[in-house]
């Protein structure tokens, strides 16, 4: 694949990694933050494990996002399907974790499909406020069927049982941050061969010109109700993770607080170059946990502004702010 | 009998407020294409203008009301060049982050400035209290509602079909270049068709001040009800929004009435349901 | 070496060991950190705020209390309202921070969520408001200061039943408290002869109640009863109480204390006047505790700021707490915590006599059956009778096996 094909303005990290599928040294980087983490703060190990699952959760918004283009604001739905299939297993006697994820993602991935089915032929406006209905529909179902679900009490008596029958979940959360922080890699992996491959490829056909991949005769619609179904798949993982560490679900992982964090913290760190979340979803959430905690007001309003100055000045979020300057000084001699 | 009486009372006066709301969301984002989820914004900046002036300062009723209008819409003239205007051509996601951003700064100011309470709103006396019609009872407030609201809604379509203004921005929402090669400076008409937007969305928040609470919340509460009315109603229609406010509002209404459980979850069955039927909304034309 | 060296040296000297003496003495002092978990962002917000300033207040005024070398430290969190956050906050501050007490927690899904914490961790976890009837049960740790919805409710609907009328209709929050209140309320009222003619489910987050009020007003009972939540829906529902004109129609208005909650009032207009309430403490009670608490909290945060039910659980709660370091040195762990507290006391709380019972641990108090009325111009939450020492009856009536 020559240059003359790639779109001039494709990110740099895309087309480093489009380019050779081989891994590049950079990759490295998150895992060895990751697993130096565990070492240097053992303290906050309940803060990394829901760092972790922050991340599987913007990595399947990534996918539908800033690879096919789907803006959606529902994307709770799954993460909570899942969420409520670990939980209500763990519930009813089942905690065998490693299935518990399975079933999650099979579920949602259910979910995804048969609604992506139903929304996917729409578009712009319309396309946004139907994958909010569904998001509302089954967020009011899991309110009203409270005596399966716990409803606003939330969902009680889950008992997990050890990873691989070995590793209990304690209190200081060492289980869980590993847990995580290995089904994270699995999940990026699979992100990332889905990505490299001509089904990646074409989602960004997709996403820059549909009607030239109408054109040329490529299914767009079973591609996009594909990426949608796998995203679904992977956002319930993500919701079976927090159920699983935390041993509790309650009705906000199907808020829509929870899609927009999701989506801001993707924002932040850039759409589209699958290292975002890696990024955003850090940065995000210490910073939260560092100033929410002190003025919550005044939180709600940075976050706001900031906001508005990434997309106004930064559309590509953090990463795409390093690539322009990385850009910028391989240009300078 | 009476059940149905009371039904289309109350649906039509949140119908009302949810209109006067919307309208101006639908013609500028059929106009400028642009998703403005901060609309409400305006509604509830309406709604704290006329209340502030109100309960601190003491003015009445009607001048509050018209304070609303007039600041919000001269306020918004503001937001859309230094802001808006940036992203008109931008991607939908973009637009939507941007006024996701300042939902989140109004929230937050409003909730620094005034508190996190609702802000107090009591009728004005002449408006208080039950109309008596011999057969039954209406709260007076709710009457007055649906009169002003049939009252602006007359006006705002003979404005649009009748003066050179309203033929200006019908006529950009059709065909923008067109409009553009006959001469209509299409900028300017942003401006001020986003200003009468906002200042009508800040009088729907003030009227409706009294059904629907003036809290700093308001934008991201009403939000969904806000884009239904517009998705359903259809992009850039001004009718559209009118008779999808009158089916969400009756439909609301009803079913707290007659099904409270489930209600939540038929209207969003029901705007699905819509949507699917009608993409462009049941109007829609943009 | 020069004399001004070796007088700095001597002085710096004199310093080093004074810190050192210093540090030796606090290392023998105790520290009890009280790890606090409350909502202080998002719509209740404003709840959280009243149960912290209670806290506040009770540790300023008992700085003296505190035994000879005991430090008190409060390590406050923000759960956003949510369960998951909650129960993680509560795991930063066992694991983290090594707390030895928690408080606080507004909400029962919260709440129920960190439960099973304490009991892990072996903590004794004083929860300061959230109502949910099983939380107590959830943990042999937990010991409740606040209430539960049938303590207020089913003294309530007795009451109704004897002095307003015999046909009464509900209208509740479609959640779980919502569901308490009407169960204790329509419990209460039948007990007594009355008869229970219909009952609305309504959306939790409703703002406009009117619609649901004309139902009722086409039926036209006696008495309604309504239960929201705690916070800003009480305004809403005097609205709507006077706009569809359910109070010239003679339907008598009833309810637990939230539909009259005490900062709101001031905003209601003349809707709430005559409205019964059952509640636990409103500021207008005379007793000699409560005006000695008001003086306090008004020197405090001011001659406008109102303190309510939830600032008076922060305070007791506070209390209970104090009593456990006082009667342990400083040194405790959950089991001797809890053995305090089962059982525990106070005659002289802002509400009146409380305990904590010692087989629910759960609390123990008065509810008083209040009306709204007009007092020197402000509305204030008249107590009228008083309920001695209810236990939480949906416990008596779902007994453990």
Redesign the interface.
Known sequence: MSDATAPPAAPLAVELLVRSHRLRLFELAPWLVAVAAYGLFPDYLSLGSQILIGVVFSLSLDLI?GYAGI?T?GQAAFFGAGAYTAGLLAAHGWGEPLSGLVAAGIIAAILGFLSGA??L??Q???L???T???S??VQ??AN?AGAVTGGADGLQGMEVWPVLGLFRFDLLGRTAYLYCLAVLFLVWLAARRIVHSPFGRSLTGIRENEARMHAIGSPVFRRRLTIYTIAAALAGVAGALLAETTQFVALEVLSFERS?AG??ML?IGG?GRLYGPFIGVPLYMVAQDRFAQADP?????W??????L???FA?GGLLGFVEQLWRKLRKTP | M??AV??AF?GLA?AMVLYLISVGLSVT?GLMGF?NLAHGVFAAAGGYVMTRLINGYGVPFPLAVAAAFLAVGAGSIVLERA?YR??YG?D???Q???S??????????A??LWG???Q?M?PPGYLSG?LDLGFR?F?T??SFLILAGAMLVTLLWLGLERTRFGARIRAAVDNRRMAQSIGINTSLLFTWTFALGSALAALGGALGA????I?P?YAL?HL?YF??V??VGG?GSIKGPFFAALLLGIAD?GF??LL??????FI??L??GL??WR??GLFGRA | MTRQTRRWRRSAGAAVAAALAMAAASAAAQTVKCGVILTYSG?Q??LGEQVDKGIELYVAEHAKDLPQGVRLTLIKRDDTFNADVGKRLAQELIARDRVNVLAGVIGTPAANAIAPLATEARIPFVVMNAAGVTTTRLSPYVARVSFTHWQLSLPLGRWAAEHLGKRAMTAVS?FAPGYDGEGGFSKGFTEMGGEIVGS????V????F???F??VK?ARPDVLYVFIPAG?QA??VM?AYA???LK?AGVKLVGPQDIVTD??L??M?DAPEGVVTAGNYSPAAERPQNIAFLAAWRRAYGDAAVANFMSVAGWDGMAAIYDVIRRTGGRFDGDQAMAILRGWKDPDSPRGPIMIDPETRDIVQNVYIRRTERLGGHLANVEFKTIEQVRDPWKELNPLK
């Open positions: 996002l803006v604001l139903i929304i032929r729409t712009g406006l319309t946004l406020m139907l909010l209905m569904i509302f529909m009011e179902a009203k927009g989506l801001i924002i759409v007001v005044y939180w709600d309003f976050i706001g502004l900031l906001l508005i990434v997309v106004v559309r | 009476s059940a009371s039904i109350h949140y984002m998703v802001l940036r992203l931008a939908e996601l973009s939507v982050l941007m996701v951003g300042l939902i989140f700064m109004s929230v937050a100011s909730k620094f996190p309470l609702a107090p009591s039950q009872t709260p407030y709710r009294e059904i629907l609470a809290d919340g509460e969904i884009l239904i517009v998705a992009l209404t707290k009435y409270p459980e489930f209600g939540a979850f969003y069955a705007t699905l949507l699917l993409p462009r | 719509p917000a404003s479609d609305i489910r309504m959306p987050m409703t703002l406009d009117a619609p649901f004309e139902r086409a800003q305004t809403a609205k706009d569809v004109g010239s900062e709101e001031a905003n207009g």
